[in-house]
């Protein structure tokens, strides 16, 4: 079977065998990775049109007891700025993405023991009633089942957390030994049994990876059915041991989405600014490719310089309302518009509107 069948496949059929994905990855040309642009731009459109959904990217914590080999701010970088976004900071950054027209927050940060399940319940219950008809999203790392529910029930509707990659082995050579495979695949599942809109997603390019790990990383995506899969390729930190290697390649990354869209029509797929930081047009590029989510970073710019979980992060100065309407014209410059809504799974899917 060639590229071009291959791809046919995935089009008609959702799915594809493991040594199919891997010859894909291995031999696709410039060429099939245009057919396979098209299938996947089609695809995403005949789903949701041209409709590009923004989440707004607030990050609380720079505070990590996770020691990520490939991470920032992983607990041993002694380099690290560390800070806490306080109450009124993270509802202050809210107040003003919603009278942007927001609809979608999304609190991220390390693995912060400070950030008690008491502290989120209170605080996604003031949002609620600050935003009416908002929609919560948490990437707050791994969590007990019990601490899940909780932040369930008090209204968080979405959850992130990357499995990274697919395979136990990779994974074991890219987190310290105290750190589970097994367990962050589990917590997975545990969210969906919740209820939550699940979110996976892995990192291309990263150390010791192989064709076939990003062929798992694709099985896995199409086993788990999350609601949203966020990748984006590697970038090196200067305080880590991969400090030297090179980033995630673009048309890597880019073949990836595409493939993922192809496999999974429904799926909410943001174009990453870890794609952005790797090519000037990695976030219309990536839309072009099948993605239909953009997160501009509504966290005070006094500290988003200090969430570094990669070196030369874009958009680290820029005002919420300037990011905004920065992402707005270069979507438009690309045919798309961004929409001022929750963006919640299968929201616009057949175009509904």
Known sequence: MNCNEIINKLRTTRNAEKDELVYLLDNI????????????????????????FIRGLIEISSFCKNDCLYCGIRRSNKNAVRYRLSREDILACCDKGYALGFCTFVL????????????????IGEIKRRCPGCAITLSLGERSFDSLQKLYDAGADRYLLRHETAGKTHYEKLHPSEMSFDNRIGTLYKLKEIGYQTGAGFMVGSPYQTTENLADDLLFIK???????????????????FRDLEHGGLNL????LSIIRLMNPDILLPATTALGTID?????????????????????????KDYALYDNKICTGEEAAECLNCLKGRMRSIGYEIVNSRGDYRQLNNKEK
């Open 29 to 52: 040309t410039d060429d099939g990775r245009e057919v396979l642009r098209r299938n996947a731009q089609e695809v995403a459109q005949e789903h949701f049109g041209n409709k590009i």
């Open 108 to 123: 991220q940060g390390g693995e912060d023991s400070r950030f008690t399940d008491e502290m989120l319940c209170e605080l």
């Open 223 to 241: 086993k788990l059915q999350p609601q949203m899969c966020g990748i984006g390729p590697f970038v090196p930190h200067k305080d880590t041991d």
């Open 253 to 256: 990354t880019l073949t990836l």
């Open 280 to 304: 000037f047009r990695g976030r219309e590029l990536g839309i072009l490719h099948g993605a239909n989510v953009v997160m501009p970073n509504l966290s005070p710019s006094d500290h988003r």
